[in-house]
């Protein structure tokens, strides 16, 4: 079965800094991953995916993932975080059938 | 405008006792899903029904049973609820392009006492 690992429950960064949240994988086939995030009381919000092709995939809010078939990894970054880009970032892979598996989420917090 | 929208947003109540859950989207979506988000946030999903026909059943016991009226609407019953129940519930729905993302309503905090 297709998984995803994230192996930090909490990142911090100050506000201004580059942030990574990392997103490791393990399929069979081709990965189709994911990116959501988690505000309070909110549900998950799509951020960006990959399905094929380059290997850097942009998204909304300025975020972007890069894709790396030899680390199996699928990290989330952006290149000078916010304060209100604090909130609960999960990293996701397309199972069989339409299903998607979640990664048990990283807590990002960003210092003022 | 919402796009996917639950209610109720906040459920209390007591064990034993039997509720619903509601979903609808308006996105013109086939596939509805409901998720169980845990106290450590951990997501899980629990069905999945695509065109009004259940696709995905997990390992959920049958206390909990959902329902379809239509392809816009994915509802959750609740009999027996349990002290283990209490969690946030997620519906969300999907384009029938298995490469589209999945919209996420706000979610049901359900909290038994």
């Known amino acids: 079965a297709q998984s995803v690992a994230q192996p930090e429950d909490q990142v911090n960064v100050a506000e201004g800094n580059p942030l990574t949240v990392k997103c490791t994988y393990s399929v069979s086939g081709n990965p189709y991953l994911f990116w959501y995030v988690q505000y309070p009381n909110r549900g998950l919000q799509f951020l960006l995916k990959?399905?094929?092709?380059?290997?850097l995939v942009k998204g909304s809010y300025g975020f972007e993932a890069e894709f790396n078939k030899s680390q199996t990894s699928f990290h989330l970054k952006k290149p000078s975080a916010l304060v209100s880009d604090s909130a609960l970032y999960f990293c996701a892979v397309r199972d069989r059938g339409d299903k998607i598996i979640f990664g048990k989420g990283t807590r990002l917090h960003i210092l003022p | 405008d919402t796009a996917v929208s639950q209610t109720p947003k906040y459920l209390v109540t007591q064990m034993g006792n039997d509720k619903s859950i509601k979903c609808e989207q308006n996105l013109g979506h086939d596939t509805m899903y409901w998720y169980k988000q845990d106290s450590k946030k951990f997501l899980k999903i629990m069905f999945s029904?695509?065109?009004?026909?259940?696709?995905i059943n997990e390992t959920v016991p049958n206390r909990f049973s959902p329902k379809s009226p239509d392809k816009a609407h994915l509802n959750l019953h609740i009999n027996s609820l349990e002290l283990g129940d209490s969690a946030v519930y997620f519906c969300?729905?999907?384009?029938?392009?298995?490469?589209?993302?999945?919209?996420f309503g706000d979610g049901t905090r359900l909290s038994i006492l």
């Open positions: 969300a729905s999907k384009d029938s392009d298995s490469n589209q993302p999945q919209h």
């Open positions: 990959y399905i094929t092709g380059d290997n």
């Open positions: 029904y695509n065109n009004k026909e259940l696709i």
